[in-house]
């Protein structure tokens, strides 16, 4: 059974929005979040999200991002505004139980046991 299923990928425009989803199947983490890879390019930390609502972002999506966490339905969503070329990548659910400073230190992320399928994100110029 897929434990992270993911949703919400699809192609869109420069300058356009997406908004990607992620429900946990079998149980709640206390942080959640999203990474992300491009074609030959190394994985990168988006945002994540701890239990308390505490976030952390990525530089690179600082200001066009937004997480966010229905706690009751164990999906994290996250918003992706501004879209440009560089944002396309497979987009990666992640999950696991880390504390807060862990958690939201997306520059220096913590190691996830749960991860996603992956959802596409397309942007054309």
């Known amino acids: 059974q897929v434990e992270l299923v993911e949703s919400g990928g699809g192609s869109v425009q420069a300058g356009g929005s997406l908004r990607l989803s992620c429900s946990a199947s079998r149980r709640d983490y206390s942080c959640m979040g999203w990474f992300r890879q491009a074609p030959g390019k190394e994985r990168e930390g988006v945002a994540t999200i701890d239990g308390d609502g505490k976030t952390g972002y990525g530089d690179s999506v600082m200001g066009r991002a937004t997480i966010s966490k229905d706690n009751a339905k164990k999906t994290v969503y996250l918003q992706l505004d501004s879209l440009t070329p560089e944002d396309t990548a497979m987009y990666y659910c992640?999950?696991?139980?880390?504390?807060?400073?862990?958690?939201?230190?997306?520059?220096?992320?913590?190691?996830?046991?749960?991860w996603g399928q992956g959802t596409q994100v397309t942007v054309s110029s």
């Open positions: 992640v999950a696991d139980n880390w504390w807060a400073t862990v958690c939201t230190t997306v520059a220096a992320p913590p190691t996830f046991d749960h």
